[in-house]
């Protein structure tokens, strides 16, 4: 592995690359803030799709595209006088310090449950701090996200089953409600009980240590694996899936699930 000195050169060097870059190139000379931000996005789900994928030589790969946003914002910020890429890092090592008292300071945590906890008490001391609990969880976070986030900032400071099992009764309620109200044909109230349902099911996710989204794409990977076999099994029949009944295509379909190469 690098050495420390090794290191610092390496990200004097990106610093360079993009001094150079954004002086001499039409293109990186033109990017704003407003400019970037799609790739940003674009960038990030690249690196989460090489993450779940465990993916070692992508996943380093990604990190450097996303390394090199973090670099270029810092020196569109150098430009207006507003901060350069020190600023960042200082804040950053600031806020990591002073949320981390039972390291840097004297207070205790014993388990990675009890830094979550310490850790929304520190932020709402903050300068800058969250007025509210749930203040910091971003809008623009995917539904699905947020949810867990939500639930998980609620926890921090108490708010959260006794039990993890008894959310269990909380689950067949809700899909109790849900199927009342699509008996009664009601396209907003089953709208409104199935966010419900949908949130009841991350909670048990949250309790039982499961990431509701990776356990999701993981289906979905699974999903697309399998019809994907269907498919070319299909085509090398001479047949198209519109032309095949479901039970051909299930027959398929088992097929798939029994493959020695199947994931759980």
Known sequence: MSTREEKLAAFGRLLDVMDTLREKCPWDR??????????????????????????????????????????FYARIGSEDGDFDIADVCNRLCDKLIFRHPHVYGEAEAQSAGDVSRLWEMVKQKEKDGNKTVLA???????????????????????????????????????????????????????????????????????????????????????????????EEEARAQGRELKDMTLAEMDALWNEAKALPTEEA
């Open 30 to 71: 033109k990017q704003t803030y407003e400019s970037l931000r799609p790739n940003t996005i674009e960038e990030t789900f690249e690196l989460c799709d090489a993450l779940i994928r465990q993916d070692k030589n992508e996943i380093c790969k990604e990190l450097g595209d996303v390394l090199l946003h973090v670099v």
């Open 136 to 230: 910091g969880v971003p809008d623009s976070l995917p539904s699905l996200i947020k949810a867990y986030r939500i639930q998980d900032k609620a926890r921090n400071v108490g708010f959260d089953w006794d039990n993890r099992e008894d959310v269990w009764d909380k689950v067949h309620e809700e899909v109790d409600e849900l199927r009342a109200e699509l008996e009664k044909d009601d396209a907003e109230k089953s709208t409104d009980e199935f966010g419900d349902f949908l949130f009841s099911l991350i909670n048990a996710s949250r309790l039982y240590g499961i990431n509701p989204d990776n356990a999701l794409e993981r289906t979905n990977r699974k999903f697309i694996r399998r019809f994907t076999y269907v």
